[in-house]
């Protein structure tokens, strides 16, 4: 039996063997707990300094700026329920994971106000509207790093600046960018960075939470004075050391040439699926009415003071009143890799120059216009006339597994609100995939892959009496 295609990494990835190694000794002979005095808690003890010390480098921060938790739900949920209070302003985007947003949502019951900012047509956030959105009483800005339903890479950078400038806390949700991008929170200017180590080769159910020196935020769970009392709760030390050695091994994958040959199978798969009729790529290129200069003035701009309270509800399902707020400055250059993702350079001293940036970038296949950063691994695929959910089950009966949509949001029948509100519509957001591709993926596999989709297209389309005639 042909062995199964996972296209699906975004969701979730397999341990590596090397990752099944490290954690093992910790589930059997050396099962201490972290807080005992005894020999056993203190070698579980030095197995967490140690994982603590891996994620310091890898975030570029000190080991004890590092706080272990469950994952990327727990560093999102974390950052605005433990820095908001009633009477703050919020900012974030409309395109964030459902840890965010339904965070915000919570926080406005809570007398938070949230601004929710929309993307680009490309899935690009301004950093200019962030700017705009700001208030005397913006406490939190939380952008995400990569999207997990485009790749797209957010300038967090830039938005860094701008937090830094007004004053306000910087969260970034590094969930999916994590691993595949040079890393390092002093140059993104955050004050908080969550990862899960399931996106990124290592356990279900656990990642971290960067949390800069000084930060005061509030424990999400208390009880022991675990991580330094910023999260209560025996430590997971397997699944920490699981974190670490994922974490140890996505960094080397950054050197080795995996991210440009990732990104070059990525570019040939993408390409091989635009071969069709009636396809195209969600958030690859930003075309040039798009950028913010070239906005019509008299298209309507968010007045941060206004529209607080229609904040509060993202713009998801909600096509019709979509309104784009990019206006003014002048059009950011991620036209390449290095704009996006600069060589690092203010760094964690343990940490090789080499692991810092200058990674090769990835290309993008497709259409016209500028190109938009994304991670290597990822690409969004609209297929029209014919329904997603029906393309997914007709892939998975063939052996191959994708995604429409965020997996986090699977069994739902809503359409994706990141591409809602990137402006798609409801039938093309619903007939949109995400191929995201495992860092062990093949030639092979993607032969495969250009094999049975356009079979697949074909048959359904076939059976669709919309698509009769239309995409010849
Ligand atoms: C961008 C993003 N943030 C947060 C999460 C939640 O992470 P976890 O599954 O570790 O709770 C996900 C999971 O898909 C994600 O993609």
């Known amino acids: 039996m042909r062995p199964r295609v996972y296209m699906d990494a975004n969701a979730t990835t397999p341990l590596l063997p ?26 579980a003890h030095a197995a967490v300094d140690r994982a603590r010390e891996t994620m310091a480098g890898f975030f570029n921060c ?9 994952g990327g739900t727990e560093g999102d949920n974390t950052a605005l329920f433990g820095l908001l209070r009633p009477g703050d302003h919020c900012i974030t985007t409309s395109i964030e994971h459902s840890a965010i947003l ?22 690009l956030i301004d950093p200019a509207e962030i700017e705009r959105a700001i208030r005397p009483h913006t406490r939190l800005i939380s952008v995400m790093l990569a999207n997990n339903e485009t790749g797209v890479l957010q ?8 937090a830094g400038a007004a004053g306000a806390f910087f969260h970034i949700d590094a969930v999916q960018g994590a691993g595949k991008v040079p890393f390092d929170v002093r140059r993104f200017g955050c004050h908080l960075c969550s990862i899960s180590a399931h996106k990124m080769h290592g356990p279900k159910g656990v990642g971290a939470l960067f949390v800069r020196r000084g930060t005061p935020i509030e424990p999400l769970l208390v009880g022991g004075s675990h991580e330094r009392r910023r999260r209560a709760g025996t430590e997971n030390v397997p699944g920490i050391v699981g974190l670490a050695k994922a974490a140890e091994l996505a960094m080397l ?52 003071g206004k529209d607080a309270n229609n904040d509060l509800a993202p713009r998801r399902g909600a096509a019709n009143s979509f309104v784009h707020h990019n206006l003014g400055a002048p059009a950011p250059d991620f036209g390449t890799w290095e704009s996006a993702n600069p060589i690092f350079n203010d760094c964690h001293p343990e940490r090789p120059r080499a692991q810092r940036g200058g990674v090769e970038g990835p290309a993008v296949a497709s259409s016209n216009g500028i190109p938009v950063p994304r991670v290597a691994n990822t690409t969004n695929i609209w297929f029209d006339q014919l329904e997603g959910e029906a393309l997914v089950i007709a892939l998975d009966l063939k052996g191959v597994s994708v995604s429409g949509g965020s997996a986090c949001h699977s069994g739902a029948t809503e359409p994706s609100h990141v591409l809602m509100a990137m402006g798609l519509d409801r039938n093309r957001a619903r007939a949109s995939l995400r191929f995201s591709l495992l860092k062990t993926a093949t030639e092979a596999e993607i032969d495969y892959v ?13 059976l669709s009496p919309a698509a009769a005639g239309t995409l010849g």
């Open 18 to 43: 090397e990752v099944v190694e490290a954690m093992r000794p910790y589930w059997m002979e050396r099962f201490g707990n972290a807080s005992s005095i005894h020999l056993d808690g203190q070698q």
């Open 62 to 70: 000190h080991a004890a700026e590092v706080v272990f938790n469950s």
């Open 102 to 123: 339904q965070a915000a949502q919570r926080m406005a019951q809570n007398g938070v106000e949230t601004t929710f900012v929309d993307p680009a047509p490309s899935g």
């Open 155 to 162: 300038p967090v950078e830039e938005i860094g600046k701008i």
């Open 253 to 304: 994958s950054l050197e080795d040439g995996t991210i440009p040959r990732l990104a070059a199978l990525r570019d040939r798969l993408e390409k091989g699926i635009l071969a069709l009729p009636g396809t195209g790529v969600n958030g690859a290129r930003q075309s040039a009415p798009e950028g913010r200069h070239e906005n019509s003035p008299g298209q309507a701009q968010r007045s941060p």
């Open 450 to 462: 250009l094999q049975v989709v356009p079979q697949a297209v074909e048959h359904l389309r076939a």
